[in-house]
């Protein structure tokens, strides 16, 4: 059964970059088809797609992020990654890695989530 | 890109049917039939309740049932139950720049 993991440092200090990486189990992220994507939620807040990638490496990023956001895949370690350059307090949040299937049928798999805030 | 909207709150007594609308535009909602329902109790990760419109993952109660139409899809959830009482998301694929897109959530209160 497919799964998937964050991990990355807990704390990142104001105006620096944040770096996650999703790790896929269980499958192939490689599997043509799948999309991979990042989402965060603040503190008592909804849910943001940060944005979403195929294996080969088009991504799609939310226009709000764009410009701070970059993903992307290593194939050889079955893993994905998310840098969110110069976060500041607001990029504080529960930040989920997913997989999305618009063609097998199967619905979407999002890993547990990890917490990372962003310190002055 | 716009969230989709869902009404901020929606509450029912036990075993009572209530639902959740999220509203879209033909480039979301009502353009592809990708919309999926979350269901979010405090603390937890978001768990996966309807995908593509109105299909239950194995496992979620068939209490869960899914709808769409024109740019609006709606989540039923019929006899309400205490464990019901969470947040509920609505997301779906877009043309535009992510892939995908959230709805502003709605928390359900069972009285």
């Known amino acids: 059964q497919l799964q998937l993991q964050e991990s990355g440092p807990g704390l990142v200090k104001a105006s620096e970059t944040l770096s996650l990486t999703c790790t896929v189990s269980g499958g192939s992220l490689s599997r043509s088809s799948y999309y991979w994507g990042w989402i965060r939620q603040p503190p008592g807040k909804g849910l943001e797609w940060i944005g979403s990638m195929y294996y080969s490496g088009s991504t799609y990023y939310n226009p709000s992020l764009k410009s701070r956001v970059t993903m992307s895949v290593d194939t050889s370690k079955n893993q994905f990654s998310l840098k969110l350059s110069f976060v500041t307090a607001a990029d504080t949040a529960v930040y989920y890695c997913?997989?999305?299937?618009?063609?097998?049928?199967?619905?979407?798999?999002w890993g547990q989530g990890t917490m990372v805030t962003v310190s002055s | 890109q716009s969230a989709l909207t869902q009404p901020a709150s929606v509450s029912g007594s036990p075993g009572q049917s209530i639902t959740i609308s999220c509203t879209g535009t033909?480039?979301?909602?009502?353009?592809?039939?990708?919309v999926s329902w979350y269901q979010q109790h405090p603390g937890k990760a978001p768990k996966l309740m309807i995908y593509?419109?109105?299909n239950r993952p194995s496992g979620v109660s068939n209490r869960f049932s899914g709808s769409k139409s024109g740019n609006t899809a709606s989540l039923t959830i019929s006899g309400l139950q205490a464990e019901d009482e969470a947040d509920y998301y609505c997301?779906?694929?877009?043309?535009?720049?992510?892939?995908?897109?959230f709805g502003t959530g709605t928390k359900v209160t069972v009285l």
């Open positions: 593509d419109v109105s």
């Open positions: 997301s779906s694929y877009t043309s535009s720049s992510t892939l995908e897109v």
């Open positions: 033909s480039s979301d909602v009502g353009g592809y039939n990708y």
């Open positions: 997913a997989r999305l299937d618009y063609y097998y049928g199967s619905g979407s798999i």
